[in-house]
């Protein structure tokens, strides 16, 4: 019998550009890790977001995590960062 994958659904925040591609500033998604997290997204929203996405840092509860087989808490929010201009 195969063990069934480690899904959680965590709270995604959209900021600036990812917001805009994303057409949302907040959503659910099922993910066992930050990789996962960004497939779905990708899969969910299409390329534009995904092209966005090439380019974000990713906070998990407030810490920053660029390790794509980093696992997501259940429950846990992660925040999409576009890179920002200005000072």
């Not at 890790?33 to 929203?45: D, V």
């Not at 977001?49 to 990713?58: E, M, R």
């Amino acid at each position: 019998m195969s063990a069934l994958p480690d899904v959680r659904e965590v709270t995604v925040n959209y900021f600036a550009a990812a917001r805009a591609a994303a057409g949302t500033a907040t959503e659910r998604v099922e993910a066992g890790n930050l990789g996962e997290l960004i497939g779905a997204a990708a899969q969910r929203h299409g390329p534009g977001l995904a092209k966005v996405l090439g380019v974000c840092s990713f906070l998990v509860d407030g810490v920053r995590v660029s390790d794509q087989d980093a696992a997501l808490p259940a429950g846990s929010s992660v925040d999409v960062l576009p890179p920002f201009a200005g000072g």
